[in-house]
C-alpha cells in the first residue's frame, strides 16, 4: 500500500499537473515557444507536490541553519520529479498541442 502511494505522489500527481500546465500554456501562450512552455510546465509539477512539506519544514524553524538541509533536499526532489517525470509528459502534450506554423518560402494557396 506504501509503494502504491508513492507511486501516486511522486509520479502520477507531477504528470497530471505536467500535462495540465502543458495544455493550458499552449492555448494561452501560443507565443512561446515549445521549449519554454514545456520546462515551466515541468518546473511546475516540480514544485507543487514539494511545497507543502517546504512549508512545513520552514514552519517548524525556531533560528538557526536546522531547516537549511532538509529544504534544499526537498527542493533537489522537485528538481528530479520535474526533469524525470513533468519534462517528458510536458513534451508529449505540448508537441500534441502545437500549432502547425505556415511555410516560409513565401507562396501564397
Known sequence: ?????????????PAAIAAGLSGILAIRKPGWSLRR??????AGAGLVPVILPIASVLSGNDGGVG??????ALLVLALLMA???????AL???R??????????????
Open 1 to 13: 500500500m506504501a509503494i502504491l502511494l508513492i507511486l501516486v505522489f511522486f509520479i502520477a500527481i
Open 37 to 42: 512552455r514545456s520546462v515551466a510546465a515541468a
Open 67 to 72: 531547516p537549511v538541509v532538509p529544504t534544499v
Open 83 to 89: 526533469a524525470l517525470v513533468g519534462l517528458p509528459v
Open 92 to 94: 508529449w502534450i505540448g
Open 96 to 109: 500534441r498541442k502545437q500549432v502547425a506554423r505556415p511555410p516560409l518560402n513565401g507562396t501564397f494557396d
